[in-house]
């Protein structure tokens, strides 16, 4: 592993237990002052006071007993992959108790050690229907995410 895939590997590790602890200000703390976080449920959150209520009013409202582990870590010291399995248990009506898993793929943009830009892909369909969500439901969502990534028309 190469210098830059380390110091990446640890950053990202740091953020990634740092939310599931429901620790928003140190998960804040991994970014630049103006760093965004955009999820893929929830959207993008920009700077550190945003990002830290993300994790307290978003991920740990909806959302308990997470686990994150990441793999398959490479950075170039600007640009970073990795690969996680990402858990938890539901809080949200219909679905409380439920385990949710996925498997994903981050990308973040670095700058001065810090993330200036997290993203991740991953089966957004598949961690809805493993939350009981109706059909009509989980349509809705899915042309709207949809419809979010279509490149702007000329």
Known sequence: ????????????????????????????????????YHDGFYGAFRGRDAIRD??????HANARDFTWQISDTVSDGSLAYARYDFSYLSKLPGSAGVRVYFAGISQV????????????MFDRGTALVQMNFEPARIVKS???WAK??????K
Do not use: N, W
């Open 109 to 120: 943009r670095l700058q001065d050690g810090l993330i200036s830009r997290y993203a991740e």
């Open 148 to 153: 979010e990534q279509a490149p702007a028309e």
């Open 54 to 59: 993300m994790v307290t009013d978003h991920f």
């Open 1 to 36: 592993m190469t210098g830059a895939s380390a110091a990446f590997r640890a950053l990202i590790e740091r953020m990634t237990q740092a939310i599931c602890r429901g620790d928003g200000a140190a998960a804040a703390a991994c970014f630049v002052p103006d760093g965004i």
């Open 142 to 144: 899915l042309k709207r």
